[in-house]
C-alpha cells in the first residue's frame, strides 16, 4: 500500500513536470491586427488577444523574461503575465530587459520629468523601489545612484537585492564576490567585504587588480591586498608592485643637520624644502610632508603655500581648495579656489568673485569683485563690471570704480587708465596729468608718457620738463633718449640733457656717462663736463675697475682716470681689471703682470693668467695650470689640466681627471685621489670616490662613509641618498 501511494506521486510529480516543460519550451511570437498587438503561440493559437500599441520592452526587443512580457498602452509601460493572462497597470515609462533576467523599470519624479529606476524580477515582484536616478547592472549585483542638488551618489545591492552600501558614496567598483571598492567625494578608496563590512583598509589614491591581489595606493606609494579583502600581502611602502615577489623599493634618503645628527630616514623617488618643509615625493606625488625641527608628519594631502610666524596659508589636493589657519591648525579662512595674502589682507576667491577678509578671517567688505590687485598707499584696487577702484582698509569704496586700468603708483600718485587714455591722479583722485596719453609710466623721479610720435618727461607732479619725437627709456641712473633716426642721447633723472641724440650708442659706466660714434667716444660727468672728447682718439672705454677706466686707443689697451688723464699706457695687446695691486698684461702672445705704477711685476712668459685673489694668482703654460704669489714665485707646479677656485681654496685637476684641493699657500690638502669634490660650507666637503659619495672636512678627515649615492646641501641641511642595497 506504501508503495502503490509512492509511484501515485511520481506519476503525478512527472505528469505536471512535463506539463510546466511543454509550457515553458512553447514558442510565442507577436501577433498584429490593424495597429494593434498581441501574443500566439507555435501553432497560431491566441494567447493575448490584440488589444496594445506595443508588446515586448522599450528598445523594441520582444523576449520573454520568465512568464511576463512588457506593453505599451496610452504611452506607458506594463506587464503581461501570460500563464495567468493578469496584467499589471501601465505605470512606467521604460521597462527593459537587463543581465540576470531581471527587468529595469523607471517611472517618472511627481514634480519633474525626471525617470527614477527600480528593478523588477522574473516573477514580477518589485526588488528594488523607483527611487533610484541611475541602476547598473553588474556579475555580483546593481550599483544604484541618487541626485542630490548637483552631486550623484552611488550605493550598492547584491543580486539578492540585499542593500550593503547607502548611495552615499562617489563611485563604486565591484572587484568580486568577496570585495567592492569605494570612493568618497575627497577621491579616497576604502575597501569593503561582502555584506558591506568596512575594513581597516582605507584612503588609498587608486587601485588596480592584478593576479596575486588588490594593488593599491597611497600617497605615491604601492601595496598588495589578498583578493579577499582581508590581510595586507605588502605595505604600501613599494614604488611598483607587479605581485607579492616582484616589487621595485623607492631609494632610501636620510636628513641631517650640520653637526650629522640624523632627523629623518624615509624612503622616496627625492626630497626638498618647500615654504621650510621637507618634502619627499614618491611616483610624482607628496607622499609626505615633514617638518624637520619636529620630525612631525603633516597631511599627505596638503600642501603649505605661504607661512609666517601667524598664520599657514595650505592648499587642499583632495578637495581642490585653499584655507588659512593660525599656527596651531585651527581654520579661520576654509574652501576657497584661491587665496593670496597681501598684509594685512587676505584675498580670497570662490565662485568667481573675489572678497576681502582681515587676519582675523572677517571679511572686510560684504561685496564681491571680478578682480583685485596688490595694495597701493594701502588702498586695494578692485574691479567690477570692467571698471576699477580702491577700497580703503574698511572695504568702502574711496576712490570710485569708473576706470579702465590702474597702473604703478609712487608718491601718492597713481596711472590711471579712463576712456582708453592714460593720465595720474592723487589719493583724492584729482589728475595731476590729463588722461591723454597712449602710454605711461610712473618712478620714484617722474613720469614718462608718450602721445602718438611725441614722448614726453614730466616731473612727478606733472610738470613736462623735456620732450622729444621718438622714444626715453629708462635705464634705472639715466634716461636715454632716442630721435626716430634711431640716434641716442642722456637726460639726467632731473630732466638735464647731458648728451644730445647725436650718439650710434650710449650707456653709464662707473660715475661716468659715455656716448659713440663714427667720430670716436665721449666721456662726461653728471654735470655735463666732457673728461674725453673725440680729438682724444679714444676709439672704446671697455671696463671701470679700481676707480679707473680700461680704454681702446690706436688699436691698444690701457687705462685712464676719471679726469681723463693716462694713467697706464695704452701700449699693451689686452689687460685685466686691477686686483691686489696687480694688472694682468698682453704682450704679443703672453701675458705677464704689472703693478698700479706700471712697473714690471712678472715678464710675460705665461700664456694665460687671472686676476690675483688673496694674494694668488693662477697661471697657464702650455695647457698646464699653477699657482703664483705677488712676486711671481711658483707656489704650485704648473702640472694640472685646471684649477678653480674654490672657497679660499683651489680645485685641482689632474691628467686622470681626478680631483684634488689645495689652499692659498699652495700647499696640498687633499691628493688628487677623487673623481669629484664639492664643498658646502661649514669646512665640509662632499667627494666622490669609485662612484660613491662620502663627507670629508678641509683636512681630509672623513665624516660620513662612502656609502651614499648622493649628498647635498639644502638650507641648513644635508640630504642624502643611500646607494641601491646591493651597493651601499
Not at 526588488?127 to 556579475?139: A, D, G, T
Not at 621595485?248 to 624612503?267: C, G, H, Q
Request: aromatic share 14%; charged share 25%; proline share 2%.
Amino acid at each position: 500500500m506504501i508503495v502503490r501511494h509512492d509511484i501515485r506521486s511520481i506519476l503525478t510529480f512527472l505528469l505536471a513536470l512535463l506539463f510546466y516543460t511543454g509550457f515553458a519550451q512553447a514558442q510565442y511570437s507577436l501577433l498584429k491586427d490593424d495597429a494593434y498587438y498581441g501574443i500566439q503561440d507555435e501553432k497560431g493559437a491566441i494567447v493575448i488577444a490584440p488589444l496594445y500599441d506595443q508588446i515586448g520592452w522599450s528598445n523594441g526587443n520582444f523576449e520573454m523574461v520568465g512568464n511576463f512580457v512588457g506593453y505599451f498602452h496610452r504611452g506607458k509601460w506594463g506587464l503581461l503575465n501570460i500563464k495567468t493572462k493578469k496584467i499589471s497597470a501601465a505605470i512606467y515609462y521604460k521597462l527593459s530587459v537587463i543581465d540576470g533576467g531581471n527587468i529595469l523599470a523607471s517611472i517618472k519624479g511627481n514634480l519633474s520629468n525626471q525617470l527614477f529606476y527600480g528593478i523588477i524580477d522574473s516573477k514580477g515582484s518589485i526588488k528594488i523601489s523607483c527611487n533610484y536616478f541611475s541602476i547598473e547592472s553588474k556579475s555580483q549585483g546593481y550599483v544604484v545612484s541618487t541626485y542630490d542638488y548637483g552631486t550623484i551618489k552611488k550605493g550598492f545591492y547584491d543580486n539578492e537585492f540585499n542593500l550593503i552600501l547607502l548611495p552615499r558614496h562617489k563611485e563604486i567598483k565591484v572587484v568580486n564576490e568577496q570585495v567592492v571598492m569605494v570612493q568618497n567625494f575627497l577621491n579616497k578608496w576604502a575597501l569593503f567585504r561582502k555584506g558591506g563590512i568596512e575594513t581597516p583598509f582605507q584612503d588609498f589614491d587608486r587601485f588596480s587588480v592584478i593576479t596575486e591581489g588588490i594593488c593599491v595606493e597611497k600617497g605615491g606609494k604601492y601595496g598588495l591586498l589578498d583578493l579577499e579583502g582581508r590581510v595586507a600581502l605588502l605595505e604600501t611602502e613599494y614604488k611598483q608592485v607587479n605581485g607579492v615577489k616582484e616589487v621595485v623599493s623607492f631609494p632610501l634618503w636620510e636628513a641631517r643637520n650640520f653637526d650629522l645628527k640624523p632627523i629623518i630616514t624615509v624612503r622616496a623617488d627625492s626630497l626638498r624644502f618647500d615654504a621650510g618643509i621637507l618634502v619627499a615625493y614618491c611616483n610624482g606625488s607628496e607622499e609626505r610632508l615633514i617638518n624637520p625641527f619636529s620630525n612631525k608628519i603633516i597631511r599627505s594631502d596638503q600642501k603649505t603655500s605661504f607661512k609666517t610666524k601667524d598664520f599657514v596659508l595650505t592648499y587642499h589636493k583632495s578637495s581642490y581648495t585653499w584655507s588659512v589657519s593660525d599656527i596651531e591648525g585651527k581654520h579661520f579662512i576654509l574652501g576657497k579656489d584661491s587665496i593670496h595674502y597681501d598684509a594685512p589682507f587676505f584675498y580670497t576667491f570662490l565662485k568667481g568673485k573675489w572678497e576681502v577678509y582681515n587676519q582675523f578671517g572677517s571679511k572686510v567688505s560684504d561685496k564681491g569683485y571680478q578682480d583685485i590687485s596688490d595694495q597701493l598707499f594701502s588702498m586695494i584696487p578692485v574691479k567690477n563690471y570692467e571698471f576699477w577702484g580702491f577700497l580703503d582698509f574698511k572695504g568702502d569704496e574711496i576712490i570710485s570704480l569708473k576706470y579702465d586700468s590702474i597702473g604703478a603708483g609712487y608718491h601718492q600718485k597713481i596711472a590711471i587708465n579712463y576712456l582708453g587714455k592714460w593720465g595720474v591722479i592723487d589719493l583724492f583722485e584729482h589728475w595731476i596729468v590729463a588722461p591723454m596719453f597712449d602710454e605711461l609710466s610712473i618712478s620714484s623721479y617722474g613720469i614718462i608718457a608718450r602721445d602718438k610720435e611725441i614722448t614726453t618727461f614730466l616731473s612727478i607732479e606733472g610738470d613736462a620738463i623735456y620732450q622729444i619725437k621718438g622714444d626715453i627709456f629708462d635705464r634705472g641712473s639715466y634716461l636715454e633718449i632716442r630721435n626716430h633716426s634711431d640716434q641716442r642721447g642722456i637726460i639726467s633723472l632731473q630732466g638735464e640733457v647731458l648728451l644730445d641724440p647725436f650718439y650710434d650708442s650710449v650707456g653709464q659706466m662707473g660715475e661716468l656717462f659715455w656716448g659713440k660714434d663714427s667720430r670716436g667716444t665721449v666721456l662726461l660727468d653728471e654735470f655735463a663736463e666732457y673728461r674725453v672728447i673725440p680729438e682724444d682718439d679714444i676709439s672704446q672705454v671697455l671696463n671701470y675697475c679700481a676707480g679707473l677706466y680700461m680704454i681702446k686707443k690706436d688699436g691698444k689697451y690701457g687705462f685712464i682716470n676719471e679726469k681723463g688723464n693716462l694713467r697706464i699706457a695704452n701700449r699693451y695687446d689686452s689687460l685685466l681689471c686691477f686686483s691686489d695691486a696687480r694688472i694682468g698684461y698682453k704682450l704679443g702672445n703672453k701675458w705677464g703682470f704689472i703693478d698700479v705704477q706700471e712697473r714690471l711685476v712678472i715678464q710675460p712668459i705665461y700664456d694665460q693668467v687671472f686676476p690675483y685673489e688673496n694674494g694668488v694668482a693662477i697661471v697657464r703654460q702650455k695647457d698646464k695650470y699653477g699657482l703664483i704669489d705677488p712676486s711671481g714665485k711658483r707656489i704650485l707646479s704648473l702640472k694640472y689640466v685646471s684649477i678653480d677656485q674654490l672657497c679660499g681654496n683651489y680645485l685641482l685637476k689632474d691628467i686622470k681627471g681626478d680631483i684634488g684641493i689645495a689652499n692659498v699657500s699652495g700647499d696640498i690638502m687633499l691628493r688628487t685621489d677623487y673623481e669629484n669634490i664639492t664643498p658646502i660650507g661649514e669646512d665640509l666637503l662632499v667627494v666622490t670616490q669609485e662612484h660613491k659619495v662620502g663627507l670629508m672636512n678641509y683636512s681630509g678627515y672623513m665624516k660620513l662613509a662612502f656609502k651614499y649615492a648622493s649628498i647635498e646641501r639644502m638650507h641648513q641641511y644635508l640630504i642624502m641618498r643611500h646607494l641601491p642595497d646591493k651597493q651601499g
